[in-house]
Nanobody, 125 residues
């Protein structure tokens, strides 16, 4: 029922920054939200997660200290600020809504029932 649309991807040089947005068709205030990414030939990978209130977050070790997930529930939007980008960050980035039924950890793709179409991030060296 909730429709998610990512935006903000693009081509940047190593060391640069980019901010991704995930806009929802309805309220997200009751849902945990997450960002995942998928590089060519690789499995979909957990990136970051944020609680309903936005007060609690967690990150994959590979992006910790460089990426920041935030949300604005009044605007039905989740963000991913990406700094100090590396070529290995190149991937399609997806936002996802937690199914709110439990099961699995935050990095388990099956925990999420609604996904956006993805936005491409390419980091050149």
């Amino acid at each position: 029922q909730v429709h998610l649309v990512e935006s903000g991807g693009g081509l940047v040089q190593a060391g640069g920054s980019l901010r991704l947005s995930c806009a929802a068709s309805s309220t997200l205030s009751s849902y945990v939200m997450a960002w995942f990414r998928q590089a060519p030939g690789k499995e979909r990978e957990f990136v970051a997660v944020i609680s309903e209130s936005g007060r609690n977050t967690d990150y994959a070790d590979s992006v910790k200290g460089r990426f920041t997930i935030t949300r604005d529930n009044a605007k039905n939007t989740v963000y991913l600020q990406m700094n100090s980008l590396k070529p290995e960050d190149t991937a399609v980035y997806y936002c996802a809504k937690d199914r709110a039924r439990g099961g699995g950890g935050v990095s388990f793709t099956g925990r999420y029932d609604i996904w956006g179409q993805g936005t491409q991030v390419t980091v050149s060296s």
